[in-house]
């Protein structure tokens, strides 16, 4: 059983600057296709950014150039560092990951194991 755990979600201002964190525990690897969504209410869950077991990240097109995922293996932590937040970014963003040896998509149903979600407000 893995769990996800975000956290780093508050409000901030337009322009600003926010760095979520997400530690994974319980039965853990490395070979962990790992991503960060974010959802609106009344919308679909959105795909920001995924990162393969080999560290290949791939963006959204509304995130590229402000947003930077990495990840930590020897910590088991996932970060999403965003840079130049928008109102638009508001959203309840959730870490997520799937056992892959080698696709990662960004893909909702893919990843089998979800935390409960961190809050960003952009205002």
């Known amino acids: 059983h893995v769990q996800l755990v975000e956290s780093g979600g508050r409000s901030v201002r337009a322009g600003g600057t926010l760095t979520l964190s997400c530690v994974l525990s319980?039965?853990?690897?490395?070979?962990?296709?790992m991503a960060w969504f974010r959802q609106v209410p009344g919308k679909e869950r959105e795909a920001v950014a995924t990162v393969d077991r080999t560290g290949v990240i791939r963006y959204v097109d509304a995130v590229k150039g402000r947003f930077t995922a990495s990840r930590d293996n020897s910590k088991l932590t996932l970060y999403l560092q965003m840079d130049s937040l928008k109102p638009e970014d508001t959203a309840m963003y959730y870490c997520?990951?799937?056992?892959?040896?080698?696709?990662?998509?960004?893909?909702?149903?893919?990843?089998?194991?979800w935390g409960r979600g961190t809050q960003v407000t952009v205002s």
């Open positions: 997520v990951s799937s056992l892959s040896l080698g696709q990662c998509p960004p893909s909702a149903g893919f990843f089998r194991n």
């Open positions: 319980g039965n853990t690897g490395t070979t962990y296709c």
